[in-house]
């Protein structure tokens, strides 16, 4: 019997085409009492772990991934872990969305109809889903997402390539720049896509100069994420396109879940969008997520919301990686 120095089993599924890697065995035990806890270790101890799923030629530099752990506090169901080309993420909604799927769809959580609840501890906090199920298939999952708020308005930088840009750093789970794709004359469409990463490249990278952020109430989410550009609809059905630029100049297929949240936060707060007003945003490849505003609270001195995101996600495959011992590239390569 063959035998080698790692075998690792996943499931795959995407969320509005961005994809979800779910490590559901091969964990070693990780220490911590939070989430931030068990991040930190796996981050200094670790981090082959990531590089091994996520890097080629196993994965790709637009790769993304989430490891499942017991909870850790009383009304949640697992704790959650998510990884991406750069490191370690604070939230991630279309991953929720494509764990509801799977977690229902797959048999591993007791089937409710209509919906089925399931709870997570995240690092941004306590993230509670309902995952429709008829019987067979599971269907739309809604997610309750941590507070979100706008941290600094009508925050300006330049830019070597586009010049003088405006936005907003809002979060919504993690930190993003909200920016409009009309100051930098591009239009939320895949044949622009690599002007788009430069944008995103460059203004996260001036904000970051510009701008040290605090996080109100966690210090272990003091981090811009990346740049959110939003843009007039490419689809039918939608109220904006948009595209998120995060981590190492990955681009999100998906709407973002936590960046549609912080998106609702910024049009409530600003006045443009009403308490439980539907509001749908669309992707760069042209899938959706819908978003209400739920309630209104605080976050520290800030004024925050509470918001619901919906959206679908779908299976892909399940498997069994392996690492030989004469393999080259344990932790893997990215080549752009």
């Known amino acids: 019997?063959?035998?080698?120095?790692?075998?690792?089993?996943?499931?795959?599924?995407?969320?509005?085409?961005?994809?979800?890697r779910i490590m559901m065995s091969g964990m070693p035990p990780v220490p911590g009492k939070t989430i931030l806890e068990k991040r930190a270790w796996l981050k200094a101890n670790r981090d082959d772990?990531?590089?091994?799923?996520?890097?080629?030629?196993?994965?790709?530099?637009?790769?993304?991934?989430?490891?499942?752990?017991?909870?850790?506090?009383?009304?949640?169901?697992?704790?959650?872990?998510?990884?991406?080309?750069?490191?370690?993420?604070d939230m991630c909604g279309h991953g929720i969305i494509a764990l509801g799927k799977v977690l229902v769809e797959m048999g591993y959580v007791e089937r409710k109809t209509p919906a089925t609840r399931i709870a997570f501890d995240a690092p941004a906090g306590f993230i509670e889903a309902h995952v429709e199920w008829d019987g067979t298939r599971a269907g739309k999952v809604t997610f309750k997402n941590v507070p979100s708020f706008i941290y600094l308005r009508d925050l300006e930088v330049e830019t070597p390539s586009f010049g003088k840009i405006i936005g907003d750093i809002v979060f919504g789970g993690a930190?993003?720049?909200y920016i409009n794709a009309d100051q930098a004359h591009l239009e939320i469409k895949p044949e622009q896509v690599?002007?788009?990463?430069?944008?995103?490249?460059?203004?996260?990278?001036?904000?970051?100069?510009?701008?040290?952020?605090?996080?109100?109430?966690?210090?272990?989410?003091?981090?811009?994420?990346?740049?959110?550009?939003?843009?007039?609809?490419?689809?039918?059905g939608v109220d904006q396109s948009n595209v998120c630029i995060f981590a190492d100049r990955e681009v999100d297929r998906s709407p973002t879940g936590t960046g549609t949240s912080g998106r609702a936060a910024q049009l409530f707060l600003r006045g443009k969008l009403a308490l439980n007003q539907p509001y749908v945003n669309g992707s760069i490849v042209g899938s959706a997520f819908e978003v209400r505003v739920t309630g209104t609270l605080k976050a520290g001195d800030l004024d925050a919301v509470t918001t619901e995101v919906s959206g679908n996600a779908h299976i892909m495959g399940t498997n069994q990686w392996?690492?030989?011992?004469?393999?080259?590239?344990?932790?893997?390569?990215?080549?752009r």
């Open 1 to 20: 019997m063959l035998s080698y120095l790692r075998t690792i089993h996943t499931i795959d599924a995407h969320t509005g085409g961005e994809p979800l």
């Open 49 to 89: 772990l990531r590089q091994f799923l996520m890097n080629e030629p196993r994965g790709h530099a637009d790769m993304y991934g989430a490891y499942l752990f017991p909870p850790v506090t009383p009304d949640a169901d697992f704790g959650v872990i998510f990884i991406h080309n750069e490191g370690y993420s």
């Open 175 to 177: 930190f993003y720049y």
């Open 194 to 236: 690599r002007a788009l990463i430069q944008l995103g490249a460059e203004t996260k990278a001036a904000v970051k100069a510009k701008v040290s952020i605090r996080h109100p109430l966690e210090p272990g989410l003091d981090q811009l994420y990346g740049t959110i550009i939003d843009g007039a609809p490419n689809r039918p």
């Open 322 to 335: 392996v690492l030989e011992e004469s393999d080259p590239f344990p932790t893997g390569f990215f080549l």
